[in-house]
């Protein structure tokens, strides 16, 4: 398979990273194993990006719906969340050049998660590199509704008129509007679903599914992926090379 040029490269790809759980069980370990190795994957793949100088990562690291699972995996995912933001890597991407940020409800976080995450976002803000994006208590219909919630106050605080609101204002308010849409999904574990990810953003990224747990995805399982979008031809809901977002 012939690796993907640079001009065949997607400028943002968004990772929904799936099978944790399933890699721990099939090797016998607890879950919190599973999202530990997890851990181990995402920093490889980040470390992936910034070797082929891809502007652009969002990562899915905790759903809305993850809040139902057992309370001792929360429990040991919030204590992750914690160690990974006080890890000295965040200090290495960061002499890297690379700017973090999180997106999503994190009000159900406990305080010492959201400062961490405030620091995080601080210390980086100015960085101009490439820029790693962490969905955490995230979900596709809370960003939309979380839009449409700031529109209808401006409106009626009259600063917005309602004859104004159209599909890019509603794109305006949304979580990662200051970024172009992904090029790329990828979904690991096996699933063939985008799980309420980024519904509003994903509605011309090309998808790719593997059966690979995260934990096994590492850089040769990414250059795959790659390889499989530059053969793709992106049409916009067009025909051919001709691209107009009025599909």
């Known amino acids: 398979m012939t690796a993907a040029s640079k001009s065949e490269m997607p400028q943002h ?18 879950a919190k194993a599973g999202h530990r190795h997890g851990a181990e994957a995402a920093r490889e793949i980040v470390n992936s990006c910034l070797s082929r100088d891809i502007k652009y990562l969002t990562l899915f690291a905790f759903s809305s719906e993850n809040w139902l699972r057992p309370r001792q995996e929360v429990q040991g995912l919030m204590a992750l969340f914690l160690s990974v933001l006080k890890h000295k890597e965040i200090n290495q991407l960061h ?22 995450m405030r620091e995080v976002e601080e210390l980086t803000h100015n960085n101009t590199g490439s820029t790693v994006v962490v969905a955490a208590d995230y979900g596709g219909r809370w960003d939309i509704a979380n839009s449409v919630s700031q529109i209808v106050d401006k409106v009626a605080s009259r600063e917005l008129d309602k004859d104004a609101i159209d599909a890019n204002l509603v794109h305006e ?14 979904r690991t574990g096996g ?42 031809q992106r049409r916009y809901g067009s025909h051919d090379n001709q691209k107009s977002m009025d599909a």
């Open 173 to 186: 308010y949304t979580a990662i509007s200051e970024y172009p849409d992904p090029d790329l999904c990828i």
């Open 13 to 30: 790809i968004a990772i929904i990273m799936d099978g944790n759980n399933r890699w721990a069980k099939s090797h016998n370990l607890p």
């Open 95 to 116: 002499k890297r050049n690379v700017r973090l940020q999180f997106i999503g409800n994190r009000s159900s976080f406990s305080q010492k998660l959201q400062e961490n």
């Open 191 to 232: 699933e063939h679903r985008i799980s309420n990810f980024l519904l509003w953003q994903l509605a011309y990224t090309e998808l790719y599914f593997t059966d690979c747990y995260w934990p096994d995805f590492g850089d040769e399982q990414f250059q795959m992926a790659l390889d499989d979008f530059a053969k793709r």
